[in-house]
C-alpha cells in the first residue's frame, strides 16, 4: 500500500500518495534511518518499564513518536533476521535456515560457506535504483565471502565487520574478524579495534556513531536522500561501553553499553534536528532478537516480562523494542498495538519513497504506515520459525506452539540455559516435542508469560484453533523454502585473506579446503 501525506483540497483534508507529491516537486522523498540493535531485550529501554530509567534519549524518541508493543524478529538469533529484515522475507525463504538437522537455529559465523544469494533482492538495491545513497554502519552478518560483500548487494558505504566480534581473539587457529571500510579490511578486532575482554572498554561505538554523523551531513549537504543502516552490536556479548560510560549503569557492564547506544542514538537525532532534515527523515529503532539470557545478568539484558530468550521461539527470543520516529508525520507519544515484524521495514522503506515490493517472490513483510500514520490496525498473523521448521504462529492475541524446544538436555546439563529461572512444565522442554495435533494455546493478552496454556476442550480453544489452523494450513500451502545457506562449513573460507589483507600485512595462509556439514546444536 503507498503511502500518503495530508493535503487541503477545495478547503477540505484530503489523502495524497507521496510519490504523487514527490513527482510534482512539493516534497523531497524521505531519508530512511534504520537502528537495528544486537541483542537487545524488550525490557530494556525506560519507555517499555525497565526500572533503572537509564535511556533517556530513547524514552524522549518514544514520546515524540510511537511505540510497538508487539514487534517481532523474523527469527531468535542474529543472521536469520538480519536478512529477512532487508529482504522483507521470512529467512526459510531466503535461504537463511539449515537442514542439516530439525528445527537447528544458524547462523554465519567465520566457516559458513553460504551467505546471501544473488537471487534475492535487498531493500538498498531497490532504494539505490531510486536514487537513494545507502550505508551500513556495523554488523553486517549476512556472509562474509566475496560474492556477498553488502557493496555487492546495493550499499554505496560500509564501516563495520562481516561477523559479530567474539573471538578467537590470537589469530591462530582461527583469524582474527575484520573491520571493513568500504570493499577492504582496516583491520582486525583486538589487534587494531579494541576490546578490553577484562575492563570491556573499547571506543567502537563512538567510532560508529562518526560514522553515522559524518554520512549524514555529507548527504544533506548533497542534497541527496539516503538510507543509513545503523547495526550496531555492543550489547552482543563480549558487551563493551567507552571509558566514559563504563561503571555508570546500575545494570552493570550491559547497563554501560545501552547507555553509550542510547546516547549515541539521541545524538543522531539531534544531528538531524540540527541539520533540518528530522521532519523529512524515517527514523525507526529495534533489535535484531531478544535478549541472550544464557549471557545475564552481567552481560545479558531483559525480555521483560517474556519467557526465555534468544534461541527460543517463545515471546522472550523474538519480541522485539520498537519505535518510529518520524517528526511532523508521526503523532507524538503515539502506542500501537499492531503486530509488526522486522520484516515489515523493507516493505514500509519501500512504500515511504513510493516503490513497490517485488511481485515476482512472496514478501512476508507488511506495509505499517498505515498502522503508523492514521492508527490502522492490520490484521496478519507471525510465524515463529526455527530453522526449517514453523514452531508456533501468532493471530491477533493468541499464540500456537506447535512445537515446542528449549535446548537439549545434553546442553542443559552443561549449563546452556536460554530460560534461566522460567522453566514452565510441558511449555519450556529439553526435548523437541510436537503438538501439532494438540497446539498449545496461549492468550497473550492475559498471559504474555506464556505460562498457561488453554484447555483444549474449552470452547475458547476450540474456536480460536479453528482460525488458526487455517491460516497454518494457507500458510504452509504457498510456503516454498529457498535454498539452504546455512548447511555447509569450511574452515578454509575463514577470514583468512580479506581484500585489503595485503596492504596491511595481515594476510594469513588459509587450511586446504575441507567442506563439511555445519553441527547446529541447538
Known sequence: MPAFIMAVAMGRAVLVPLWLCWALGRTAPPNVVLLLMDDMGWGDLGAFGEPSKETPNLDQMASEGMIFLDFYAANPLCSPSRAALLTGRLPV???????????????????????????????????????????????????????????????????????????????????????YRDWEMIGRYYEDFKIDLKTGESNLTQIYLQEALDFISKQQASQQPFFLYWAIDATHAPVYASKHFLGTSQRGRYGDAVREIDDSIGKILK??????????????????????????????????????????????????????????????????????????????????????????????????????????????????????????????????????????????????????????SGVTTHSQEDHSTLPLLFHLGRDPGEKYPLSFASDEYQGVMRRISAVVQQHKETMVPGVPQLNVCDKAVMNWSPPGCEKLGKCLEPPKSDPKKCFWSH
Not at 535504483?129 to 546495493?154: C, D, E, M, S
Not at 523493507?346 to 511481485?359: I, M, R
Open 93 to 179: 525463504r531466503n535461504g537463511f535456515y539449515t537442514t542439516n538437522a530439525h528445527a537447528r537455529n544458524a547462523y554465519t559465523p567465520q566457516d559458513i560457506v553460504g551467505g546471501i544469494q544473488d537471487s534475492e533482492i535487498l531493500l538498498p538495491e531497490l532504494l539505490k535504483k531510486a536514487g537513494y545513497t545507502n550505508k551500513i554502519v556495523g554488523k553486517w552478518h549476512l556472509g562474509h565471502r566475496p560474492q556477498f560483500h553488502p557493496l555487492k548487494h546495493g550499499f554505496d558505504e560500509w564501516f563495520g565487520s562481516p561477523n559479530c566480534h567474539f573471538g578467537p581473539y590470537d589469530n591462530r587457529a582461527r583469524p582474527n574478524i575484520p573491520v
Open 271 to 424: 544531528h538531524l534536528q540540527k541539520l533540518g532534515i528530522s521532519e523529512n527523515t524515517f527514523v525507526f529503532f529495534t533489535s535484531d532478537n531478544g535478549a541472550a539470557l544464557i549471557s545475564a545478568p552481567k552481560e545479558g539484558g531483559s525480555n521483560g516480562p517474556f519467557l526465555c530468550g534468544k534461541q527460543t521461539t517463545f515471546e522472550g527470543g523474538m519480541r522485539e523494542p520498537a519505535i518510529a520516529w518520524w517528526p511532523g508525520h508521526i503523532p507524538a507519544g503515539g502506542v500501537s498495538r499492531q503486530l509488526g515484524s522486522v520484516m515489515d521495514l523493507f516493505t514500509t522503506s519501500l512504500s515511504l519513497v513510493g516503490l513497490q515490493p517485488p511481485s515476482d517472490r512472496q514478501i512476508d513483510g507488511i506495509d505499517l504506515l498505515p498502522a503508523i500514520l492514521q492508527g490502522k490496525l492490520i490484521d496478519r498473523p507471525i510465524f515463529y520459525y526455527r530453522g526449517n521448521e514453523m514452531m508456533a504462529v501468532r493471530v491477533g492475541l493468541y499464540k500456537a506452539h506447535y512445537w515446542t524446544w528449549s535446548n537439549s538436555w545434553e546442553e542443559y546439563s552443561k549449563g546452556i540455559d536460554f530460560c534461566p529461572g522460567q522453566n514452565v
